[in-house]
């Protein structure tokens, strides 16, 4: 039995008593609740959840968990020919969601954008047989070791055929977006605004601290090439419909101008 943190999601390895503490919710890019950390259980957490699914697009499913759990990201199946890839992760791998998956021809891989989003990835590499891509930058933000977890390095790795994994860093040395078809999934690494018309870059989202404007320049020059029409953040809702990379410059010149 593992124990989930109930404030990020991350797992933490069985043992008898849950952890003293959660490092990831102890860094400054998330919290400690004021009432301290609390912890639950996979058994718990199904209990009292269920995911539910929506289809952002043909072949593209995503999965939240309802009641919100934690951050409240969502994950995304991507449907490829050549198999299955969940973008990100949610803590919650019920009996319903991991009946659904192998209905629909099980994982092929998982990748991540960034730590926060890491959950109970083990176990879902475990229950699927599939590696889950990293990038190496982040790996001592793993809670958890596996022998399904690859480290990619560099600024590129295509993880299947036409699903290319960029390194774009920010808000982690690591953070990464993944690039499919017109579509650019990007997790907390460029963060949607109210209204899909403006995207943001930062260091710590709850705290609210910004990135220097030599990261957001870094940031935007990684996104600059990649020829995609929309963006689909980490949460329900949030999407750049149209002219995304335009809506990505305009909001990363601007973040540098107030900086300055
Ligand atoms: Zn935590
Ligand atoms: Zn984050």
Redesign the pocket.
């Known amino acids: 039995m593992s124990w989930i943190c109930t404030a990020c999601g991350t797992a933490y390895a069985a043992a008898g008593a849950p952890p003293t503490g959660c490092p990831v919710c102890e860094d400054e890019?998330?919290y400690v609740p004021a009432a301290g950390q609390s912890w639950t259980t996979p058994a718990k957490l199904a209990a009292g959840h269920r995911n539910a699914w929506q289809q952002a697009a043909p072949g593209l499913l995503t999965l939240q968990t309802v009641p919100a759990f934690a951050?409240n990201?969502r994950a995304f199946l991507l449907r490829t020919p050549a198999g299955n890839i969940l973008w990100d992760c949610i803590a919650l791998l019920d009996e319903a969601t991991l009946a659904l998956v192998r209905g629909l021809g099980g994982l092929h891989g998982i990748a991540i954008?960034?730590?926060?989003?890491y959950t109970t990835m083990q176990d879902w590499a475990a229950a699927f047989g599939c590696p889950v891509h990293l990038h190496a930058a982040d790996r001592d933000w793993v809670m958890q070791p596996s022998p399904a977890l690859r480290f990619w390095e560099g600024d590129r790795l295509e993880a299947l055929p036409g699903v290319v994994l960029h390194r774009i860093g920010g808000?982690?040395p690591g953070?990464s977006v993944l690039h499919w078809g017109d579509t650019l999934l990007t997790?907390?690494?460029v963060q949607v605004a109210p209204g899909g018309r403006r995207v943001s870059f930062m260091w710590?989202?709850p705290n609210m601290m910004p990135l220097p404007a030599g990261e957001i320049r870094a940031v935007a020059a990684r996104l600059a090439p990649l020829q995609y029409r929309r963006i689909l953040g980490?949460f329900q809702g949030q999407e750049v419909a149209e002219d995304a990379p335009g809506v990505v410059a305009r909001s990363a010149a601007r973040y540098v101008e107030l900086l300055g």
């Open positions: 890019r998330q951050i990201q954008s960034h730590p926060h989003y808000h982690f953070g997790g907390d690494i710590s989202y980490a």
